[in-house]
């Protein structure tokens, strides 16, 4: 049963009540991410998620992370490109616990200067990380080039420059223009009672910055022309990532996206892995996947290969996209992609953080609740002839992003792609 309410203070609260789980999942959802970052301030999300577990006015780093364990909780956050979420996970008996935790994180942390440079190192390693992750890196780059010139191309953690020059005054700045309670939502899922939530969070979130009733002024994306992009790295792997267009999640189309990536490129079985790593013996790593945003989306393939070989693995997935645009799918694989497809999202309802994500995510950048119900209905909905009203969008190469990172000739990959 799902639950839904707006608090006297501007929140919005959601729930879905499921009596059989024991536990809880609860999340402080904030509709703020790298895509309303403006100038000089890209990255400044994802420090503020950081900064919010260095101390409260009355908890400090430590007494953070121990209450969750005290309880056997677990206690965690994220930043997105469209949203960031404060969450925890409970026995039902710990919710107060959880929501009062999560409440003084998000509108009561101190901020404190000496915590905010020590965290700037930590932040600039999680850079580094993913400089020295040439499939994180490979990614990173796609979304520069497949995004060029929108907001949606700037990474999530920000850039070193950014990062160093960030300030209190920055993060208040910020927190000021996005933590409020027009883009304020509670989401949660498991074994509760609504009514306490509510009493809970209104009692928990008195804090909250009322909302201006001010929109997000994004700009519309448009889908570019093709781009490629190379970094050189001296590691033994060449990372190749293609970005196609995509749907948004608005868009009823994700689902048939989603069957066709079943069979194309996300399993076991799909073409792709069963054409580049088994009877080709390209790579190791295969797979492709569909991102959907709340302005667009895109579909997305990687592997990574030998670099003597990157050129016969992009012209092999190429060659895999224009035959899959050209004479689509077999009956076959359309009923072994829906069937997957629906599989795979059952067993994933058994788990009380996914209900809550999906929940939260929805409520924060669609403004309802999309409920397990519909998604299932949407799964059931998609016919064969869906799936192929999608393909000439999603392997559109005509508007493709590639990216690479290794030790290879980019020449050689740019003379495939053309």
Known sequence: MYYDRKLDNGIRVVGQYIPAFPSVSVGIWVRTGSVNEGRGENGITHFIEHMLFKGTQKRSAQQIAAEMDDVGGILNAFTSKECTCYHAKVVGDDLEQAVELLSDLVFHSTLDPVELEKEKGVVLEEINMVEDSPEDLVHELLSAA???????????????????????????????????????????????????????????????????????????????????????????????????????????????????????????????????????????????????????????????VNPKRAKDALAAILEQIDLARKKGIAREEFSRGKNQLRGNYILGLESTTSRMNAIGKSITLQGRVKTSEESLRGIEAVTYDDVHRVLDRILDRRAMAISAVGNINPQELESVIK
Do not use: W
């Open 146 to 304: 497949y995004f060029q010139g929108h907001t949606l191309a700037q990474p999530i953690l920000g850039t070193a420059q950014t990062v160093s020059s960030f300030a209190r005054e920055d993060l208040l700045r910020y927190m000021d223009r996005r933590y409020d309670s027009d883009r304020i939502f509670i989401a949660a899922a498991g074994g509760f009672d609504f009514e306490r939530l509510c009493d809970l969070c209104a009692k928990y979130t008195v804090d909250c910055r009322p909302g201006t009733g001010a929109g997000d002024d994004l700009s519309p994306f448009d889908f570019g022309t093709p781009g490629f992009v190379y970094k050189e790295k001296p590691i033994e792997q060449a990372h190749i990532a293609i970005a196609m267009p995509g749907y948004s999640m608005e868009r009823d189309e994700i689902y048939a996206v989603s069957v066709f990536n079943n069979v194309f490129g996300g399993s076991m079985s799909s073409r792709l892995f069963q054409v580049i790593r088994e009877e080709l013996g390209l790579a190791y790593d295969v797979y492709a996947h569909p991102s959907s945003y709340y302005l667009c989306g895109a579909y997305n393939i990687y592997t990574g």
